[in-house]
């Protein structure tokens, strides 16, 4: 099959830069309650030109590239509603890409279309559709703004992640779990030995080290597969390219999503933006640098938020395991 690679004009990419959907860094009203004086709040930072960039810039950058992937901290309500500011901006300079969610794994995709032919603007019912109440996610009305920009577009919803199936599968046997006739489909490649290290790392170091080496194992394949397979949900036929919603590590250039959307579309253009929530202590981007294995960050853009809250994570792990207990 002949790739037909996107053409953006420049005027259109100038035209967004003095037209564009989202309002001014500074004038957003912050929910999020915490270090919303901190000195990188609102600020847009270009990790490859190490410098500061307008919020106009960053949309016109964005409108530019076939895939953009949104990295959000789940429970931060004012990243969900960036990424629907996001969305509705690459609407209006005239881009009309399908919308992924990680937080729908491909079981949903039923209930989606099933809820959208009957109520195609919906946002509202749609949680309910795919019972998001019991899906273990942040309330859905942190997503909701999200799936009504697209909605109101007309845009395609995608449920992106990893089937439950698939995921237990991965669970008892690692990658081979997945069958031949999958693992080709997500054109999947075994992550190399510093990737699985590094992952390894990082999942360890989240779950406060309270997971075993074997549990660990399996979450690092787990965590490869799922972005295989919201690569390839993105990737399978999407005319005007895609965003997705997703968790800040998955949209990780060196090893998330991007890494895996490569394998398949080669010369598509892929835009990384990650939301991030200022540290008291850290006031220039390079000093986020650390918490992601060392420089350079990982993404194309960070946009930097106040914290939704200054609670040690790893005392609210314990806290949960206690109640599981």
């Given amino acids: 099959m002949t790739r037909v690679r996107r053409v953006f004009p420049s005027a259109l990419l100038a035209l967004l830069v003095i037209v564009s959907g989202c309002a001014k860094g500074s004038d957003i009203k912050w929910e999020s309650p915490v270090a919303r004086e901190h000195p990188l709040v609102g600020r847009i930072w270009d990790v490859t030109a190490g410098a500061f960039i307008s919020e106009e810039t960053l949309t016109a950058r964005l409108a530019g590239s076939r895939f953009v992937l949104l990295g959000e901290r789940h429970d931060n309500p004012d990243h969900h509603l960036l990424q629907a500011k996001l969305v509705r901006a690459l609407t209006e300079a005239g881009r009309r890409p399908a919308v992924g969610f990680e937080m729908l794994s491909t079981d949903d995709a039923a209930a989606v279309a099933r809820h959208l032919a009957r109520s195609p603007k919906d946002a509202t019912g749609l949680g309910d559709a795919v019972n998001w109440s019991r899906s273990g996610w942040p309330e859905w009305r942190f997503y909701q703004p999200i799936a009504q920009a697209a909605l109101d577009a007309n845009l395609t919803i995608l449920a992106t992640n990893l089937s439950r199936a698939a995921t237990d599968a991965v669970r008892r046997n690692g990658l081979t779990g997945l069958g031949p006739t999958l693992a080709t489909q997500l054109r999947l490649a075994e992550p190399s030995p510093e990737t699985r290290s590094a992952m390894a790392r990082e999942l360890r170091d989240s779950h406060c080290g309270h997971a075993t080496e074997g549990i ?93 809250d200054d609670a040690d994570p790893c005392e609210k792990f314990k806290q949960a395991r206690a109640i599981q207990q």
């Fill in 216 to 308: 660990v194992d399996r979450m690092v394949d787990i965590q490869w597969a799922r972005d295989a397979r919201m690569a390839a949900s993105l990737a399978r036929g999407q005319r005007d390219g895609a965003v997705l919603i997703t968790g800040v590590g998955h949209a990780r250039r060196d090893r998330g999503v991007p890494a895996h959307l490569a394998r398949h579309i080669p010369d598509a253009k892929i835009a990384s933006l990650a939301f991030l929530e200022v540290d008291p202590a850290a006031t220039k981007p390079a000093d986020y640098a650390a918490r992601f294995g060392g420089e350079p960050l990982p993404f194309d853009y960070v946009w930097f938020t106040p914290k939704i």
